[in-house]
Each structure stands twice: as C-alpha cells, then as structure tokens.
C-alpha cells in the first residue's frame, strides 16, 4: 500500500530527450559534430550546417567567417619565455594579441606584454600564423605544448573547465578532462 504523497503523483515521466542541434543559420538540423562560424559583428560563435558552413570559408566573407579546422602542433615554450610573457597560469590561448586562460569563471583575459609575445613569436614563427579571429595559439606550460588551433576549440576546453573543476586545483576530474582534451589535440595535429 502507498503511503504518504506518493500515491497521489504516481509515475515520474522519463526526461525528455534534449532537442536536436539546428544550424544556428538556415535552422536544419545538424549531427553532434558540426562546424562553426564566428559572427565577426556581435563576436559570437555559432553552430552551422556544412552548406551554410562553406559560404564563409573565402576570405572577404563580410560579417561571418567559417572557423577553420586545423589543428597544428609545436614545441612549446621555454621556461625563460614564459617568465618575459608573465603569465600567471599554465594554460593560455592567444586570440588577436589578447590572452585567456580558461577558468572556473569562464574564459578570463590577462595582460600580454605584446613586445614580450613579439620577441616569442620571433623564436616560434607558428605563433604568427593564426588567422585572426577563427584561430589561436593555444599553450600549455609543464608539457611544453603548443598548438594552432580553431577557436572553437579553446572555448570548448573552458567549458570543460567550467563544468568539471572543484575546489582550488581543480581536483582529479578536471585534470583527467584537460588531459584527455589535449590528448585529442594531439590526434588531431597528427591527423592534419
């Protein structure tokens, strides 16, 4: 016999599933594994289709612009570069001469010492080479890691950071997140 409140709710439905991903353009729906466009006017990333993708792919596409796929590995960062770029943490991405580093709170910036970054950048010419807006140099202090990288990319490695860390070093769930997003980095740079 039911007792109490529960005799008078009876079943709980089941969840329901969440609603399938729609390019954030044309509105089709499109897999979990999809491209992106930057909306260069209100700096906003965007989910696409491929067609809608490819219209934005050319350079001198106007407002939009296809973000770009590749993935492109180096050697990192000497310790005596990190200390003339003074940055606080031990990953940072480097997005149109601005650096954040992905947080509990999201993607913060810091202050970049552009003189600094154009002396590193003088020693590592793949610094140099991410187009603006659509790529960033990604690096990674103790495994002296960086990497070229679409910027959908960095904010998805801030969202990991956002939903899995705890406390004040992040604890262990966090850290094996991180790892094994960079251990797809590197697949992919291999790939590439």
Known sequence: MNRGLGRFVGAVPAPRPPPPERCEMCGTGIPVEHGHVVDLEHRALMCACRPCYLLFTARGAGRYRAIPERVVRDEGLAEFEWDELQIPVGVVFVLNGQAFYPSPAGATECLLDLAAWERVVAGHPLLGEAEPDVEAI??????????????????????????????????????????????????RAGAS
Request: net charge negative.
């Open 138 to 187: 990604l690096l990674r202090r103790d495994e002296r890691e960086c990497f070229l990288v679409p910027v959908d990319s960095c904010y998805e490695l801030v969202g990991l950071v956002r939903s899995t860390w705890q406390g004040f070093d992040g604890g262990a769930e966090a850290h094996t997140a991180i790892t094994g997003f960079f251990d797809r980095l590197k697949a």
